[in-house]
Nanobody
Framework: QVQLVESGGGLVQAGGSLRLSCAAS????????MGWFRQAPGKEREFVAV????????DYADSVKGRFTISRDDAKNTVYLEMNSLKPEDTAVYYC?????????????????WGQGTQVTVSS
């Protein structure tokens, strides 16, 4: 099992950048696929990015490709989301997720494998 704590959210102007961090506990962090999801007000939680164990593979939602970069540092048990060229529509609570599973076009994450979320607000 892994416990996740996000940080790095805040208020930024459109075009700006933020870097989110997700610190994980648990000695088996390096064996987990890790992901970032977000939930905007009145909308369902959606996939943002995922990174394989040891950073072997990455994938992004079309809406963030070319602007966001997911990475991990297994020595620090931390996964990052570098967000550039931010847009007002990126405003959401961003959640770190452990071991996300993809089924067709949908994602599943066990209840215990979510962080508490960090707010990102992009002003126009």
């Amino acid at each position: 099992q892994v416990q996740l704590v996000e940080s790095g959210g805040g208020l930024v102007q459109a075009g700006g950048s933020l870097r989110l961090s997700c610190a994980a506990s648990g000695r088996t962090f390096s064996s987990y696929v890790m992901g970032w999801f977000r939930q905007a007000p009145g909308k369902e939680r959606e996939f943002v990015a995922v990174i394989g164990w040891r950073g072997g593979s990455v994938d992004y939602a079309d809406s963030v490709k070319g602007r966001f970069t997911i990475s991990r540092d297994d020595a620090k048990n931390t996964v990052y989301l570098e967000m550039n060229s931010l847009k007002p529509e990126d405003t959401a609570v961003y959640y770190c997720a452990g071991d996300p599973q993809k089924y067709g076009s949908s994602w599943y994450v066990e209840d215990d494998y979510w962080g508490q979320g960090t707010q990102v607000t992009v002003s126009s």
